[in-house]
Structure formats: C-alpha cells, structure tokens
C-alpha cells in the first residue's frame, strides 16, 4: 500500500524557518518524482515545488521561489521543504503527493497524496 | 503561468441529479487536464486524468470531457458520497489548479 506521511508542521514567527518531511512507503521511491502541494484554510490548492527522482529537475512556484528549498533522501525514502523566511501567507496544509506519468500522451497527475501537515506563520 | 477558472464556484443538487462543471485554461492545454475530488479535511483524490479517462477505481457516473481551453466534467447520478470540492488541474506546464467547485446538498 503507498503511503505518504508528512510531519513537521508547526507554529511560527514570520520571518522563521521550518523544515518539513515525508516519508514515503509501499512504493519505489527512486521511480517518482515529488511535489509538494498546499492549501490555505478555505481556499484552493496550490502546488508549491517539484522534484525529480534523482534531483536533477527542480521547480518552484513563483510564491515560494527563493525561500523554499525542496530535497529527496532516496535511501531514506524521504522528501523534504526547506522553508525559510515564512511569511502571513504560507500559512497552509502542506501536502507531498506522488507524481504518474500516465501511458495517456504522457499526462501527469498527482495519484498518491499524505494526509497533510499545518503550518501556522503567526506572531 | 497558466491560469485556470472553474464554475460555477459552487452548486446546490439533489441526489440523482446530472451535474456538471466547467473548467477553462487561459491558453490551449490539449487534454493536459485532471480532475480532483477533496472532502474536508482530507487530501484530494484523482477522478480523471487526460481530460476523459477515468482513474482506476473511480465510479463510472464520472466522466469528463473537452480539449483545447475549455473542459467539462460531469456526474451523470449524484450520490450522498459525491458532496465534496472538485478542482481541476493542468499538468501542461508547472502545475496550476482551478479555485474549486464546492458541490453542497440543495
């Protein structure tokens, strides 16, 4: 069974930093690239950053460009996001969600999601 | 980026009734385009991918239509289980979602 198990959500300051992992199983880690996806309370979602399965592609959401750093531990089965500098309006549930390269012209979709972790950015 | 719009933002049906959403891209996406389920408090959940295939496991009284821009997705018998948030998502370029469509009981 894949499982996707985000921890590290956490009340802070703004200007602060936070460290989120997701540690994933019943799958092949190093087959799947990662993204993290999130949703600010009542509103929509919107995806955060992306990783491929050996690191070599990033990309980041304009929002979140150079204070969000996204990582993979592939022998640990682990995805991670850096997040530095937080701001009022990083205040979401982050997901990390698996990415499938369907056999459909090679459309992606996100299959496999965690269940979520808060983070609060608040004085 | 590519921008997506959904409506309506949100509908009221009763159970049996065909609903339908309606999803636009700000530029063509072909059939880049997926469709989501989310309940509170839970994480999304794949419907259909490819604008019209049907995620496995996913009930038939779903199925989704359109190429180009312009996108619909239909439940053909609404169900109590189908009460959720539907949100559509291009995957042509990096990842834009549509606000979501909130379908309550009327």
């Known amino acids: 069974e894949v499982q996707l198990v985000e921890s590290g959500g956490d009340l802070v300051q703004p200007g602060g930093s936070l460290r989120l992992s997701c540690a994933a199983s019943?799958?092949?880690?190093?087959?799947?690239?990662m993204n993290w996806v999130r949703q600010a309370p009542g509103k929509g979602l919107e995806w955060v950053s992306y990783i491929t399965s050996s690191s070599n592609t990033i990309y980041y959401a304009d929002s979140v460009k150079g204070r969000f750093t996204i990582s993979r531990d592939n022998a640990k089965n682990s995805l991670y996001l850096q997040m530095n500098s937080l701001r009022d309006e990083d205040t979401a549930v982050y997901y990390c969600?698996?990415?499938?390269?369907?056999?459909?012209?090679?459309?992606?979709?996100?299959?496999?999601w965690g269940q979520g972790t808060l983070v609060t950015v608040s004085s | 980026d590519i921008q997506m719009t959904q409506s309506p933002s949100s509908l009221s049906a009763s159970i049996g009734d065909r609903v339908t959403i309606t999803c636009r891209a700000s530029q063509s996406i072909s059939t880049y385009l997926n469709w989501y389920q989310q309940k509170p408090g839970k994480a999304p959940k794949v419907l259909i991918y490819?604008?019209?295939s049907l995620q496995s496991g996913v009930p038939s009284r779903f199925s989704g239509s359109g190429s180009g821009t312009d996108f619909t997705l239909t439940i053909s018998s609404l169900q109590p289980e189908d009460f959720a948030t539907y949100y559509c998502?291009?995957?042509?370029?990096?990842?834009?979602f549509g606000p979501g469509t909130k379908v309550d009981l009327k």
């Open positions: 969600a698996r990415e499938h390269i369907t056999m459909v012209r090679g459309v992606s979709l996100f299959d496999y």
């Open positions: 019943g799958f092949t880690f190093t087959s799947y690239s």
């Open positions: 998502q291009q995957s042509y370029s990096t990842p834009t």
């Open positions: 490819a604008a019209s």
